[in-house]
């Protein structure tokens, strides 16, 4: 089971470039890289996914390097209302088979500042 | 129609009382999820269901008992629970795997006095 590891804790500024880096050393061949936020007092919210390279939606972005040891998600221009949890979580999905269980990290609480 | 929805959002309640946290999705999704948190730290994953079958029990005390009884319900029943079970009790469903999108409702808060 790859065991993931975030910053504890970061912050920034309106209108700067957040980038979060997770570190995933034992991903295996089929895991997939997954970020949620979360508000408090509510649930995560999906916000990516990705296998390899690059991977690019409305709210964020997120690189994996070749060897897939490690991911970055982006947020380009953060907000206060970006104040939040981000967890990432790998993994491949085998719910059926009972091989995987979905385990969220310690997560990184990102403060959005004026 | 993209909402988990649960039912109740607070929920106050004894060590004898016996109690159900409901939770409900339309999406078709057939994996669905409870989740335990606890304050400022991550969600624990406790039960999955999969095509309505039970899939995964992560070591739950038997005082939390679950039930899919269709596809698109997922109960938690509570009995004799202890005031460290306090906390916001999560459900979500996925497609059929968890590596799609796991979509969240706003979770139960729980206390246990």
């Known amino acids: 089971l790859a065991k993931t590891t975030q910053p504890i804790s970061m912050d920034s500024y309106e209108g700067q470039e957040v980038n979060i880096t997770c570190s995933h050393n034992n991903i295996a061949t089929n895991d997939y890289i997954t970020w949620y936020q979360q508000f408090p007092s509510q649930g995560p919210r999906f916000i990516i996914q990705?296998?390899?390279t690059k991977v690019t939606n409305e709210v964020a972005s997120l690189f994996i390097p070749a060897d897939r040891k490690s991911s970055t998600l982006s947020l380009p221009r953060v907000s206060l209302s970006d104040t939040a949890v981000y967890y990432c979580l790998v993994g491949d999905g085998a719910i059926a088979g009972g091989s995987y269980i979905p385990t969220f990290g310690r997560g990184t609480s990102l403060i959005v500042h004026p | 129609d993209t909402e988990v929805t649960q039912t109740p959002k607070h929920l106050v309640m004894g060590m004898t009382n016996k109690k159900s946290l409901k939770c409900e999705q339309h999406?078709?999704?057939?994996?669905m999820y409870w989740y335990k948190q606890k304050a400022k730290k991550p969600p624990e994953l406790m039960f999955v269901?999969?095509?309505?079958?039970?899939?995964i029990n992560e070591s739950v005390p038997s005082r939390f008992s679950p039930e899919c009884p269709n596809s698109s319900l997922l109960n938690l029943h509570l009995h004799a629970l202890q005031p460290e079970d306090s906390a916001l009790y999560l459900c979500a469903s996925s497609q059929d795997s968890a590596t799609d999108t796991q979509y969240f409702g706003p979770g139960t808060r729980l206390t246990v006095l």
């Open positions: 269901y999969s095509y309505e079958k039970l899939s």
């Open positions: 999406m078709g999704h057939r994996a």
């Open positions: 990705g296998y390899k």
